[in-house]
Antibody
Framework: EVQLVESGGGLVQPGRSMKLSCAAS????????MAWVRQAPTKGLEWVAT????????YYRDSVKGRFTISRDNAKSTLYLQMNSLRSEDTATYYC????????????WGQGVMVTVSS | DVVLTQTPVSLLISLGGQASISCRSS???????????LHWYLQKPGQSPQLLIY???NRFSGIPDRFSGSGSGTDFTLKISRVEPEDLGVYYC?????????FGAGTKLELK
């Protein structure tokens, strides 16, 4: 069974940093691109970043470029999102999701982790 | 960025009825490789989104045939027949043909 379990969220002050993790199991992690998608309270879904299988290619939405870094450790089957210079508008539930090449969708999602940026 | 416009914003449907949701794109979603990366999701209250339909019309594993997707180019539709209580929630379309990937704003399905 595919499982994605996020951790590392919480309350953080504006301008500070936070690192999210996503532990994957039930599939060959190194064979799948991965992504982060977020959802602000009562709002819709917003793609944040994607990483290739090797980690050699990364893609970001403009609003997080230069502040967020997506990475992965295939030996540990874990996906990360390093978030620096956090802003109030980054407040959201962050979902880890798997993005297979062949179908081009996000097929499995974690339960999400809440990040609140507030003083 | 590609804008996906979902209509209606909300739907009131009776149990056993049929629902139809439209997703219109600001540009063609046909990739240079010939595939169309338009997908549909359902987010039930308090849960993560779940994949229903991938690449316009393919049902994901375990999704009943009450759900069907159609369309091409810039105009796509999700149909839900014989609506059941477990179908309630917010439906989103997602395009992954172009970067950045973008979602529609969502359509809330409620019981009449």
């Amino acid at each position: 069974e595919v499982q994605l379990v996020e951790s590392g969220g919480g309350l953080v002050q504006p301008g500070r940093s936070m690192k999210l993790s996503c532990a994957a199991s039930g599939f060959t992690f190194s064979s799948f691109p991965m992504a982060w998608v977020r959802q602000a309270p009562t709002k819709g879904l917003e793609w944040v970043a994607t990483i290739s299988t090797s980690g050699g290619s990364t893609y970001y939405r403009d609003s997080v470029k230069g502040r967020f870094t997506i990475s992965r450790d295939n030996a540990k089957s874990t996906l990360y999102l390093q978030m620096n210079s956090l802003r109030s508008e980054d407040t959201a539930t962050y979902y880890c999701t798997r993005g297979p090449y062949n179908s081009g969708d996000f097929d499995y999602w974690g339960q999400g982790v809440m990040v609140t940026v507030s003083s | 960025d590609v804008v996906l416009t979902q209509t209606p914003v909300s739907l009131l449907i009776s149990l056993g009825g049929q629902a139809s949701i439209s997703c219109r794109s600001s540009q063609s979603l046909v990739h240079s490789n010939g595939n169309t990366y338009l997908h549909w999701y359902l987010q039930k209250p308090g849960q993560s989104p779940q994949l229903l339909i991938y690449q316009v019309s393919n049902r994901f594993s375990g999704i009943p045939d009450r759900f069907s997707g159609s369309g091409s180019g810039t105009d796509f539709t999700l149909k839900i027949s014989r609506v059941e209580p477990e179908d309630l929630g917010v439906y989103y379309c997602l395009q992954r043909t172009h970067n950045p990937n973008t979602f529609g704003a969502g359509t809330k399905l409620e019981l009449k």
